[in-house]
């Protein structure tokens, strides 16, 4: 993330002990809501006669190269490609049934210039090393998501993967239990990957190693709840949630996706804080968790290209309550690509700018580099995969414009450009 959505190194607090601010929600509305919903999720289970039968593994998209050497992925972890899970290990777990587990151990390494006082010209760390036990059939399903992981992001400091578990999510980033009825709905509550955004959290989720400048307006993982629908073309999910991890229950995100056919989706995305939310940590920036976001997501596959073009609008509305004087707003695009060489090695790339309005004279707040300060980005990631190991490079550069000193790159905070190289290597299994 971002140096200025770090504002206090505080603690996230766990799932169990929820707070709200004097403007949200209260506890005793909160385990209303929570008893209502599952009451209604368990009659609607309940008054099924027949559980889901398992999933049917998705098909190539039309026109996809096919991939004999790498198997098709397990419901989770999401991975657009180009690295896939390995066939999973199936434990038998009695009275739970037959589980699939997967997972990963990987490191990466990195050198970059103009590098922060808080970071360093290189270093290394280990970027994954995480197990994925899930259960995908029935009508109880759930899936868990445990282990060390890294989150290194365009224009951003490095943590270190231990201060990263730490000061985010967690040994257990992701888990949550799943309710899937026959018929078009599925419910699920937990720890719950985001509707927002093109670019999923982890590493190795993405055509690219680290994730972009517009990702970092964005939030990762929420706690809470999901309904999901599902028939024919259309796809959609409604979630009430923690937004940036805070554990005040005011979000609310929603997506709907229509698949015409195999090549071709078009997905609207928005979610927002309908409260005032005062705290902040690492994992919650105190203005991004008072914004709005909205996302237009086209995805396009087609023999060995997959295209991925994204427009992302983001606000923080004017709220004295946290200092901001001024409505404050983001709007960039991306371009995400990949193409496939052969089985085993395809090349990644990603283009990107985004630019925030206002200016500290009217009130604004600072959501980059400075208030009212823009960026580009161009990021390039060569992958090689054979069966279990994979190795991919990545090189990218970042440019800031209209910024403000002491918010952006190098030793004083004046530097206007970083370059990285980085390589991740490891096992998927």
Known sequence: MLADRFPALVRTFPFGAAHFTEDSLTSKDVLQAISGIFLCCVLSAAAQTQTAPAAPQAAPPAGAPATP?????????????????????????GLLGKLDVTGILSGFGYAQDNHS?????????VSNAQVFLQKTSGLVQFYLQGGAYNLPALGAPFLSTRDTIDDFFGALPQGYIKLAPKGSFS????????????????????????RGLVWNQENAVNRGLQVNYSKGK???????????????YNWISSALSYTPNAANSVE???????????????????????????????TRTAKKWMLEPYIQVTN??????????????????????????????????????????G????????????????????????TYQN??????????????????????????????TQARGMIEAGFMF
């Open 69 to 93: 050497l790498l198997p098709m992925p397990v419901a989770m972890p999401a991975m657009v490609g180009p690295l896939s899970t390995a066939s999973p290990a199936i434990l038998d777990a």
């Open 117 to 125: 006082p808080s970071d360093h010209l290189k270093d290394a760390d």
């Open 187 to 210: 419910y699920l509550a937990g720890k719950l990957p985001t509707l927002i955004g093109a670019e999923d959290t982890f590493t190795f989720e993405n055509l690219n190693i680290e």
């Open 234 to 248: 259309l796809s959609g999910s409604l979630s009430w949630n923690d937004g940036f991890y805070s554990n005040r």
């Open 268 to 298: 609207i995305v928005g979610g927002g804080n309908y409260g005032k939310t005062a705290y902040s940590s690492v994992a919650t920036p105190l203005y991004q968790n008072n914004s709005e976001i909205y996302n237009l997501i086209y």
């Open 316 to 357: 923080v509305p004017m709220n004295t309550h946290i200092g901001v004087g001024h409505a404050t707003s983001t709007i960039g695009g991306a371009v995400l690509g990949n193409y496939t060489f052969s089985p085993r090695v395809s090349l990644a790339a990603r283009g990107e700018y985004i630019g925030s309005t």
């Open 359 to 382: 200016s500290a004279s009217n009130g604004a707040v600072n959501l980059m580099y400075g208030t009212g300060s823009a960026a580009w980005s161009m990021t390039l990631t060569p």
């Open 387 to 416: 069966k279990a190991f994979f190795a991919r490079a990545e090189f990218s550069a970042v440019h800031a414009m209209d910024t403000t000193p002491g918010d952006v790159f190098g030793a004083s905070g004046t530097d206007t």
